[in-house]
C-alpha cells in the first residue's frame, strides 16, 4: 500500500504560480510511477503530468505543456508539480496518484493509488 498526501493548493491570480507536492509514505515510492491529474466541477477527471520511477521521462497533457513541470524528489518520498502562468481553467481540485508499471500513463483507471485531492483556483 501506498498512501498519498498532496497540498500546496490554494486561490492565485492568472498569470501565477503554485507548486503542489504529493507526499507518499507505505512501499517503496521509488518504485512507482507517479501522475497529477485533476478534475473539474461537471467535467471527468483529466491527466495533467506523469513521470517515472526514475523521473528519466516525464509527459503532459497538451494544455499544460510548457507551463506545468512534474519532477520527485524519491529521497524525500515526494512528488512535485510546478504550475506557471496559470489560468481560470486550470481551476480544478488536483490529484496525485500513483502506480507499478510503464505504459499508459493517461488513463486514471490505471492507477493504484490516489491521494484526497487539492483545490487550486484560479481568478481572472
Known amino acids: 500500500q501506498v498512501q498519498l498526501v498532496e497540498s500546496g493548493g490554494g486561490l492565485v491570480q492568472a498569470g501565477g504560480s503554485l507548486r503542489l507536492s504529493c507526499a507518499a509514505s507505505g512501499r517503496t515510492f521509488s518504485r512507482y510511477v507517479v501522475g497529477w491529474f485533476r478534475q473539474a466541477p461537471g467535467k471527468e477527471r483529466e491527466f495533467v503530468a506523469a513521470i517515472t520511477w526514475r523521473g528519466g521521462s516525464t509527459y503532459y497533457a497538451d494544455s499544460v505543456k510548457g507551463r506545468f513541470t512534474i519532477s520527485r524528489d524519491n529521497a524525500k518520498n515526494t512528488g512535485y508539480l510546478q504550475m506557471n502562468s496559470l489560468k481560470p481553467e486550470d481551476t480544478a481540485v488536483y490529484y496525485c496518484?500513483?502506480?507499478?508499471?510503464?505504459?499508459?500513463?493517461?488513463?486514471?483507471?490505471?492507477?493504484?493509488?490516489w491521494g484526497q485531492g487539492t483545490q487550486v483556483t484560479v481568478s481572472s
Open positions: 496518484a500513483a502506480r507499478e508499471g510503464s505504459d499508459n500513463y493517461y488513463y486514471p483507471t490505471r492507477y493504484d493509488y
